[in-house]
Nanobody
Framework: QVQLVESGGGLVQAGGSLRLSCAAS????????MGWFRQAPGKEREFVAT????????YYADSVKGRFTISRDNAKNTVYLQMNSLKSEDTAVYYC????????????????????WGQGTQVTVSS
């Protein structure tokens, strides 16, 4: 079992920045790709970004490419999502998730294929 806890959400003005963190505990010795997803009110959950367990390979949704950066520190069992140039449409609850994947593989964009989820952190961008 892996437990994931997100933090770092909050209220920010459009154009501002936030950094989300996702701390993992439990069976963290296994090889997990990590992903960030978000869900806005009345909308379906959508993929944001993913990073491989090794090698720092990343993949982003087109809507955040060039503005968001996903990274991880395996020594700290933590994944980050640096969000810059935030827009009102980025307002959502952000979730991190873990998927069993060998070393250099990024995670899937389909959230149903992830094995563990955090409880989410709210990000609100005011225009």
């Amino acid at each position: 079992q892996v437990q994931l806890v997100e933090s770092g959400g909050g209220l920010v003005q459009a154009g501002g920045s936030l950094r989300l963190s996702c701390a993992a505990s439990g069976r963290t010795s296994s090889s997990y790709a990590m992903g960030w997803f978000r869900q806005a009110p009345g909308k379906e959950r959508e993929f944001v970004a993913t990073v491989s367990w090794r090698g720092g390979n990343t993949y982003y949704a087109d809507s955040v490419k060039g503005r968001f950066t996903i990274s991880r520190d395996n020594a700290k069992n933590t994944v980050y999502l640096q969000m810059n140039s935030l827009k009102s449409e980025d307002t959502a609850v952000y979730y991190c998730a873990a998927a069993y994947r060998l070393g250099y593989s990024t995670g899937p964009t389909d959230g149903s294929l992830y094995d563990y989820w955090g409880q989410g952190t709210q990000v609100t961008v005011s225009s």
